[in-house]
């Protein structure tokens, strides 16, 4: 058994590299990094005639929708990072001077047919909405480096210097001629100039991290849930999708306006503990109880209970109890509340998200008319995208994002927006600072009165403030919409809770009797795999409750408790 085991060690080291176990000591926090470091077995390409992406993964996912063909999709977890490179082909991105963003971006889509509860300004409308709680991206700057600037050569001797002088007056007499020549007896061909070759950049993105407890980045996933509504009870199919891509885009400033994108779709999963289906049919050990409010003119206290901890599959269904006791004891009000009282259970959804941002609002800008050349050795910030240049071609450092997310670049280009400003106001401003302000005279000397000046009124837009406001009221709200997925209804409390005894034959005790509520109902809701996950991130929210309400006469018990469901 000994030498069996030995065999093993020794067929294990084999396979370690010879650099790495010739020094034991050494060796061993190698191993450790090795270890720690991702192994990418997996490389997934996606290509368009401009652009091409890797993306390296250690494990991959195939995935087919209905009206496309089977799709191999790279898979991550929670603490990796998304690899690869992104390449550009030189015969259609040849431009001298341009711009290459990479960017994650991780976006939750929701189609919602019908309004579930009243229209308002926080109501979400019906119709598809597209909310992006996730985005982190890289500018890369391209452009045709200078030749450098050579020393000065020694000195020559007459004879190379006259050679030299009728080399070059012979190349130039030679374009010459050949700029000279007609179209069709040019030559293309150049066998000196070599043929540009791929650019290539490296890109590391690394996935962020929860900042609050409760919050968890949220995992890629697709449901269609189908549901009921409105005065007929019409049925309608909702749907919600988590979607996470790797976007490139590539931008020429030779004032073509040219521009190349391409689109990689990745899945994150993150990793979970097992659980076994089998043990869900299990019944609970612990349960929560949490008491209904109160009616100031009646003796009695109603609870529900529920499992805890409050957290259930799809596939699974959730149990639940309803109690009321009267206190002090009487056997006449527990008898009336027992028989008529009205019990309602209902699981409630909510879906809200942040209103979308001005920048999604606005227009896309053209930059056909906008030449931007990037200087090079321009100011770098750090970010959580790592971008490397992986070929020969000269590129200027990565412009990373400032600290409000905002692109510098995007901010130079905002601002000559606003100053072309439309003719009848830019007309308006020219002939207000035509004249010397210095100079008191000045306005007589102009053919129009000057106009006094009246301040404008803000523009009112119909979206939020961006967000360098996100203290104000405007920044906060967010669209929200609630939906009851199912409701049971019970007239009266149909039992009477009885004791556990140790034994069949035996029978409680008068003090656990006295502890029973005096009426019981006893429920479960059926849960489905169409239905939404629970998602909590950065204003991203789907949250589910199980609203109880105990209505007798004109009096109603109500509470809300919130569960998880994944």
Same mark, same amino acid.
């Given at each position: 058994m000994t030498s069996s085991y030995g065999h093993r060690s020794r067929t294990r080291s084999e396979s370690v590299p010879y650099s790495m176990t010739r020094s034991p000591p *050494? #060796?061993?926090?190698? +191993?450790?990094?090795?270890?720690?470091?991702?192994?990418?077995?997996?490389?997934?390409?996606?290509k368009s005639p401009e652009i091409q992406i890797n993306i390296n #993964? #250690?494990?991959?996912?195939?995935?087919r929708r209905a009206d496309q063909a089977s799709t191999s999709l790279p898979v991550f977890g929670d603490h990796d990072h998304i690899t690869g490179s992104v390449t550009l082909d030189p015969q259609n991105c040849a431009?001298?001077? +341009?711009?290459?963003? %990479?960017? %994650? =971006? +991780?976006?939750? =889509?929701?189609?919602?047919?019908?309004? *579930?509860?009243?229209? +308002?300004?926080?109501? %979400?409308?019906?119709?598809k909405h597209r909310h992006i709680f996730y985005r982190d991206s890289a500018v890369i700057p391209l452009y045709t480096a200078?030749?450098?600037v050579s020393a000065p050569a020694p000195p020559r001797s007459g004879f190379r210097s006259a050679f030299a002088a009728s080399l070059r007056r012979a190349t130039s007499v030679e374009t010459l001629s050949k700029l000279a020549s007609p179209p069709e007896l040019r030559s293309h061909s150049s066998p000196t100039s070599p043929s540009p070759s791929p650019k290539t950049f490296n890109f590391d993105f690394e996935l962020p991290r929860p900042e609050k407890p409760g919050e968890e980045l949220p995992s890629t996933f697709s449901a269609s849930n189908v549901v009921s509504g409105g005065v007929r009870g019409r049925v309608y199919s909702e749907n919600a999708s988590v979607n996470y891509c790797v976007h490139a885009l590539w931008e020429a400033f030779d004032g073509s306006g040219t521009q190349a994108k391409l689109e990689a779709p990745i899945l994150f999963q993150p990793d979970t503990d097992f659980q076994s289906l089998d043990g869900f049919s299990i019944a609970p050990d612990s349960w929560s109880e949490t008491a209904l409010s109160k009616v100031d003119n009646l003796p009695i206290e109603c609870a529900v209970t529920i499992?805890?901890? *409050?957290?259930?599959p799809r596939s699974s269904s959730m149990p639940y109890f309803v109690v009321f006791t009267t206190k002090p004891r009487s056997r006449t009000l527990a008898a009336e509340f027992m028989s008529d009282a009205t019990i309602a259970v209902s699981l409630v959804r909510r879906v809200a998200f942040p209103r979308p941002s001005p920048q999604q609002l606005l227009p896309s800008i053209q930059t056909q008319n906008l030449p931007m050349t990037p200087a090079p050795g321009s100011p770098t910030e750090p970010s959580s995208a790592n971008v490397t240049q992986a070929s020969s071609v000269p590129s200027s450092p990565v412009h990373a994002r400032d600290a409000n997310g905002r692109d510098r670049g995007r901010s130079r280009l905002l601002k000559r927006v606003v100053r072309s400003a439309p003719p009848i106001l830019s007309s308006f401003l020219v002939n207000r600072t035509d004249a010397d302000v210095s100079d008191p005279h000045a306005g007589l000397w102009t053919n129009e009165k000057p106009l006094p000046t009246v301040p404008v009124p803000p523009l009112q837009l119909g979206f939020p403030a961006p967000a360098a406001y996100a203290g104000s009221e405007f920044a906060t709200m967010s669209l929200s919409d609630s939906r009851t997925l199912h409701t049971d209804i019970s007239v009266g409390f149909p039992k009477r809770p009885k004791g556990r005894t140790h034994s069949p034959n035996s029978h409680p005790s008068l003090e656990s009797f006295k502890s029973l509520p005096d009426g019981l109902y006893k429920g479960s809701i059926p849960l489905q795999k169409g239905?939404?996950?629970t998602l909590q991130w950065h204003g991203l929210t789907i949250e589910y409750f199980i609203q109880v309400s105990v209505i007798f006469d004109s009096n109603e018990f109500r509470t809300r408790v919130p569960v998880r469901i994944y």
């Open positions: *050494a #060796s061993f926090p190698v +191993g450790l990094r090795l270890l720690n470091s991702p192994l990418h077995t997996h490389v997934s390409t996606f #993964s #250690s494990s991959v996912r195939n995935l431009a001298d001077s +341009g711009r290459l963003t %990479i960017s %994650i =971006e +991780g976006s939750f =889509e929701y189609i919602s047919p019908m309004s *579930a509860t009243k229209r +308002g300004h926080s109501q %979400i409308t019906p119709g200078s030749e450098p499992p805890n901890p *409050a957290t259930f239905w939404f996950p």
